[in-house]
């Protein structure tokens, strides 16, 4: 069986209430097993020859009010495969646990700080780790999403796996804050097959915020005559004709997969108008 040579970030954000999943491996698919996180309860990362059951029993665990590293303990006892296994734990209250068993191809480890704990197996060196958490610290006060991407940047620019990459992942989680609030996660992403899988994840990220970020209110415009008139007129050329301004505007950021920025048509978020502006 293949071994995944694999690096992980598992963190949390207890300001913003966001928990969350980095990784990226030279392995098919790797975001469809390494990353789980649920919000208000925590985030794993399974790897190295994973045990894909680590991922729903260590979050049930979790709920439990376990820490991490007593899921850590009682996930890897009951396991006769633990040797072989690597893991990484972010709890509710931001207590980090990270796993490598010593059966684990070098280089193999991980480090644990403040709210995260970061892995690796078959590394060009320990600085992959390393770089992993001080990207992850030095990143302090930026999105969750943004600071897990950085960290997997700098693990790559460090040294990464010794066999390359294949693939990356992001998975993010709020209570409610997806898409329209109907679900967890603020950030699903993968990059199942790439040369450059964690620039091309950049990219797709990139699409999505644009798509389903959030503007600050003090940074949304007031929609007055001169913006109205633009508007209208970028939308009739547009062929969103319609007497109702509001249901043309309405209609046209439907299509363009824009309507989590929108509210109404009183105010206008910025990014949005740009968009208008370059259709």
């Known amino acids: 069986m293949a071994r995944p040579s694999t690096y992980s970030i598992v963190a949390c954000d207890l300001e913003a209430a966001e928990w969350g999943v980095a990784v990226q491996s030279k392995f098919l698919a ?12 925590g985030a794993i990362a399974t790897q190295a020859l994973a045990n894909m059951r680590y991922g729903p029993d260590g979050l049930a665990l979790l709920r439990q009010g ?42 193999a480890g991980g480090i644990v700080g403040d709210g995260y704990a970061v892995q690796g197996n078959i590394l060009v060196s320990e600085e ?30 460090a040294g990464g796996d010794r066999r390359g990459q294949q693939s990356a992942a992001l998975l993010v989680v709020r209570k409610d804050g997806g898409y329209m609030g109907t679900t967890d996660a603020v950030a699903d992403l993968r990059v199942d097959d790439h040369p450059a899988p964690i620039e091309e994840l950049w990219r797709i990220y990139a699409m ?19 913006i109205a008139l633009e508007v209208r007129e970028r939308l009739d050329a547009l062929g969103y004709e319609s007497a109702d301004l509001e249901r043309a505007f309405l209609d046209w950021a439907g299509t363009e997969n824009l309507e989590e920025r929108v509210r109404g048509i009183d105010r206008i978020d910025p990014v949005v108008l740009a968009e208008l502006r370059k259709s």
């Open 30 to 41: 790797v975001g469809a097993g390494v990353p789980a996180a649920e919000p208000q309860v």
């Open 66 to 107: 376990l820490s991490a590293e007593e899921v850590v303990q009682r996930l890897t006892e009951a396991d006769k495969g633990r040797a072989d296994r690597q893991l990484g734990v972010v709890d509710a209250q931001g207590q980090a646990a990270t796993y490598t068993g010593e059966g684990c191809l070098d280089w």
């Open 128 to 157: 992959t780790v390393t770089a992993l958490g001080r990207t992850f610290e030095e990143t302090a006060g930026k999105p969750l999403a943004e600071r897990l991407l950085a960290a997997l940047a700098a693990a790559q620019a």
């Open 208 to 226: 999505h915020d644009l798509l389903f970020g959030e503007t600050p209110d003090e940074d949304w415009l007031e929609v007055d005559e001169q």
